[in-house]
């Protein structure tokens, strides 16, 4: 039966990536290499699939279906947390910044890693010892269980809802961009896909599709790194100095410093990209999203969940340990895959495909394999963007099965059903219903979402994260006097203050003031281009008067540009929330918003008398730090 | 989560061997994440207001900041390596004693 249904949906995948083939637009693979993409592709589906297949068999409970019954190893879980965290923004964003912007494109990279340091610490081992399926289960632990349910459930939903939603849109463009399928279409394929991983196979299928995702991940990382450092024999200096003195990057900086980078010499600019300061302009900005990242990650629901997969706490500290050395090396080396594309493909050909630096990676492949031309080039290019692809679908696993637990699990077991019993079979019925529920709606509002900017979702999940979640889960763990009213309060002051301030934060799109930018460029336009036309006439050599003719290209295109967002917003004069200008400067609300979700557990905890949390501190206590019963039960 | 109550865990929680390792690891673990986290944090505050330090070329182009940046990943292997090791060879006998005489402690017969 079962099978028969995996039978279709393969069918239905297939069909749909027949249907893609004639809608077909130009990315970044030539027409004539699509065969070779597509190849590519289908060796990774058809394994992946083969692996669903096998764990299908193996799924009879709920504890094999939201954890893989316990039974999944340090080293694995480990391979499974990479493939689950390392997502395409930050496999392909960070290379991507590295290759535009250098230094801080890196300096972003370090507070990924970090951030496993508390997950390490104070939460991986705690939560194995005391939960079961979900990040609910912990809050319930002691605290009211219906009320924590319910808040902790919405939290789930939420921040799983942003990023996902971040997810498919991002996954989508990135197809399109890469091989050209239309949008919709990307969509639909990488929604059917995951909710045949999840449906079937559960965590035991999710948890391998991570694991086959992050492996190749690092493969296609390690052969570039190779391809890369190998002409500088391996010598770090070397290779720095290969990129200061590379002209496309003292051009990038050039265009960066504008005006201020005259007086510079080449050497000079090239060795700026090495330096601070050419992405993050706003030092309390960066340093608010460190600490969205720093203590986001710990609340990240799908992350949580990982650490129910494995047997003991033990297992745990072993995974989030190869999780480290996994996802560390990984950022290490992003260094080289974002200066190594900065220097053979240039900035300027890496905006050309997009604007945002997502690219460099992949065209780095094409260009260490041969170039456009090449049969290896697009056999890299192809093998990076099935990387691609595989990390969206396998981000996307994990998260639907996330919500899908905090639904079926904390909401219909948890609390509609509380008072009966719940059979095995119907556990794993509701999971299953929710899970088709939670795929069909990230499917639905990927296509609806189609255009819109995206980025600071991710952003925003992690700051509900650190807001919600975090303070949530640390206090009960570890302040005795932590109870109901601090985890219902905290849980809605965190998430209501991080989304809330994003809705009045620079985020947002503000028509007013989109409109007096493009008025300015209009009005300026006409001096622009005479001043343009007359240094046209005064150059003598044919570089320069190339390049003034660029230049007045551009500035008409600026126009167009301009007039565009001038018609757009013609009948608009506020953002989505009514307000003119942002009220709030910072483009991440962690600074604000992580302190208020601790004072509110703080203080919904002191303000609220709850005779469970109390007598429950004990136990609580005893078993997060000694994993007794926890590993009693493992053991049997 | 009912199975808790045939134990004792007040009996357990005042247990000095219990006291030991609670207290071992609280220090340690804080200790740890409080420099991480300082650590982690002072290479933006450096970024944005100590820009001419990182600047500052120590090995052919490669500058204080690079090397600064590069410091912070062998930090965090650092403390994860520490404490693996404390707690691979000291926490876990402390819980696994525990565990082992759960019922002696807390029995309610």
Request: glycine content about 10%; some cysteine.
């Amino acid at each position: 039966m079962r099978r028969r249904h995996l039978a279709v949906l393969v069918v239905g995948a297939a069909a749909a990536a027949a249907v893609a083939t004639p809608a077909l637009a130009q990315g970044a693979v030539a027409d004539k290499w699509r065969w070779l993409t597509f190849l590519v592709f289908g060796v990774i589906i058809a394994s992946t699939m083969f692996v669903t297949f096998l764990a299908a068999k193996r799924v009879k409970s709920a504890a094999d279906f939201y954890t893989a019954g316990g039974g999944v190893s340090g080293l694995q879980n480990g391979w499974a947390i990479a493939g689950d965290y390392l997502s395409a923004a930050s496999f392909l964003g960070i290379a991507g910044l590295i290759s535009l912007y250098g230094y801080d494109g890196f300096m972003y990279s370090v507070g990924w890693l970090v951030a496993y340091i508390t997950v390490l610490l104070v939460i991986a081992e705690p939560c194995r010892n005391i939960g079961k399926y979900t990040l609910a289960d912990i809050l319930a632990y002691r605290n009211n269980p219906r009320a924590t349910r319910i808040v902790g459930a919405l939290s789930v939903i939420t921040v799983s809802t942003f990023y996902l939603t971040a997810q498919m849109v991002g996954g989508g463009v990135l197809v399109k961009t890469l091989i050209g399928i239309d949008y919709e279409i990307s969509v639909i394929v990488v929604g059917v896909l995951m909710l045949g991983y999840v449906l079937f196979g559960g965590m035991v299928a999710t948890t391998w599709v991570q694991i086959i995702k992050a492996v190749l991940l690092v493969t296609a990382s390690i052969i570039l790194v190779m391809f890369v450092w190998v002409p500088y024999g391996f010598s770090f200096p070397s290779f720095l100095n290969a990129v200061v003195g590379d002209a496309k990057v003292q051009g990038q900086v050039a265009l960066l410093l504008g005006d201020a980078s005259r007086t510079m010499t080449p050497e000079q600019l090239g060795q700026r990209f090495l330096e601070p300061g050419l992405y993050f302009k706003a030092p309390i900005d960066q340093i608010s999203l460190g600490m969205a990242l720093v203590f986001g990650t710990a609340g990240l629901p799908h992350i949580l969940m990982r650490f129910f997969t494995v047997p003991t706490a033990k297992e745990a500290r072993k995974s989030v340990i190869w999780a480290m050395a996994i996802i560390g090396g990984f950022y290490v080396v992003t260094i080289f895959l974002g200066m190594g594309a900065a220097i053979n493909v240039g900035a300027a050909n890496i905006k050309l495909v997009d604007a945002g630096g997502n690219m460099a990676a992949p065209l780095l492949a094409q260009y260490v394999g041969g170039g456009a031309d090449s049969l290896l080039g697009n056999l890299f290019l192809a093998f990076v963007a099935a990387v691609a692809f595989a990390t969206i679908v396998a981000v996307v696993a994990g998260l639907v099965l996330a919500a899908a637990s905090a639904i079926a699990h904390d909401l219909y077991v948890g609390v509609v059903r509380s008072n009966q019993e719940v059979t095995p079979q119907e556990q794993v019925k509701a999971a299953r219903i929710a899970t088709v529920a939670v795929g069909a709606l990230a499917i639905g509002i990927g296509i609806a979402a189609k255009g819109q900017n995206v980025a600071h979702l991710v952003a925003l999940a992690f700051a509900v994260a650190a807001s919600a979640n975090f303070p949530c889960v640390l206090l009960t763990l570890y302040w005795r006097r932590c109870n109901t009213g601090g985890i219902v309060l905290g849980m809605i002051v965190g998430t209501l203050t991080a989304i809330g301030l994003v809705l009045v934060s620079p985020n947002m799109t503000y028509p007013k003031v989109v409109k007096a930018t493009a008025q300015g460029v209009v009005n300026a336009a006409p001096a622009r281009e005479a001043k343009l036309a007359a240094d046209l006439a005064a150059a003598s050599d044919d570089a320069t008067k190339a390049k003034l003719q660029k230049a007045i290209d551009g500035v008409a295109k600026d126009v167009v540009v301009a007039k565009a967002n001038l018609d757009k917003f013609k009948n608009d004069e506020t953002s989505i929330v009514g307000l003119e200008k942002p009220l709030f400067e910072l483009r991440n609300p962690g600074l604000v918003s992580i302190p208020l979700g601790f004072l509110a557990v703080i203080l919904g905890s002191l303000f609220y008398r709850d005779r469970r949390a109390n007598d429950m501190w004990d136990e609580l206590y005893a078993r997060q730090n000694t994993g007794i019963l926890a590993a009693r039960a493992a053991a049997h | 989560m009912a199975q808790g109550s045939t134990l004792d865990w007040q009996r357990i929680v005042a247990d000095p061997r219990f006291q030991a390792l609670h207290r071992k690891k609280t220090s340690f673990l804080w200790g740890l994440m409080v420099f991480s986290i300082v650590y982690y944090f002072l290479l933006p505050i450096g970024a944005a207001y100590f820009q001419d330090i990182y600047k500052i070329k120590v090995w052919g182009p490669v500058n204080v900041g690079l090397l600064f940046a590069l410091s912070e990943f062998i930090v965090a292997w650092g403390i994860a390596f520490i404490y693996s090791r404390r707690a691979n060879s000291e926490f876990d006998a402390m819980a696994g004693e525990l565990i082992r005489d759960a019922e002696k402690i807390g029995g309610r017969q």
